[in-house]
T-cell receptor, first 112, second 113 residues
């Protein structure tokens, strides 16, 4: 069935460096790829999303890229700051009802 | 700031008790969801609703039940709690199929002794 694999499960980077989280999907036709950030003790919150007709989208220090040929999409965070420490989830929407298939999450740790 | 609220935030109960986790949203969203999140982080959809009187089971089998009598309210009930039900339960809502964004509550952390 549909599956989204997310790597790495834990990522530790020095403050100011860049962080990249990658997800791959197995279904042939997802059309929506959101990224959510979950801070400790809170629910996930959408930080950026991309649709299948776009290859890249940027919002300040955050960017998402989509490679439909290779069936993967990635989250890029530049100039990381302590407040970027959180768990990040990728997801993909596999049907017209937009039921999301979630990745397993990446715990991002920003070292001071 | 999302207008979706969950109560209680934390609950510790004994085995066999009946519990109801409350979820309310003031955004007028038709779609609502319940996710179960284990300490290992993964999110598992256990119930969803596309509107009043509509409820469906999600990908993860759950002994809980839900109801959707009002648009803004989507409570989850466990008739007889067991230690295996210990988890975090997250409620979410979305405007509709073309928006995609889910708005999550802060979660209800349930511990069954």
């Amino acid at each position: 069935g549909e599956n989204v694999e997310q790597h790495p499960s834990t990522l530790s980077v020095q403050e100011g460096d860049s962080a990249v989280i990658k997800c791959t999907y197995s279904d042939s036709a997802p059309n929506y790829f959101p990224w959510y950030k979950q801070e400790l003790g809170k629910g996930p919150q959408l930080i950026i999303d991309i649709r299948s007709n776009v290859g890249e989208k940027k919002d300040q220090r955050i960017a998402v890229t989509l490679n439909k040929t290779a069936k993967h999409f990635s989250l890029h965070i530049t100039e990381t700051q302590p407040e970027d420490s959180a768990v990040y989830f990728c997801a993909a929407s596999m049907d017209s009802n937009y039921q999301l298939i979630w990745g397993a999450g990446t715990k991002l740790i920003i070292k001071p | 700031e999302a207008d979706i609220y969950q109560t209680p935030r934390y609950l510790v109960i004994g085995t066999g008790k009946k519990i109801t986790l409350e979820c309310s949203q003031t955004m007028g969203h038709d779609k609502m969801y319940w996710y179960q999140q284990d300490p290992g982080m993964e999110l598992h959809l256990i119930h969803y609703s596309y509107g009043v009187n509509s409820t469906e089971k999600g990908d993860l089998s759950s002994e809980s039940t839900v109801s959707r009598i009002r648009t803004e309210h989507f409570p989850l009930t466990l008739e007889s709690a067991r230690p295996s039900h210990t988890s975090q339960y997250l409620c979410a809502s979305s405007e509709g199929a073309h928006t995609g964004e889910l708005f999550f509550g802060e979660g209800s952390r349930l511990t069954v002794l």
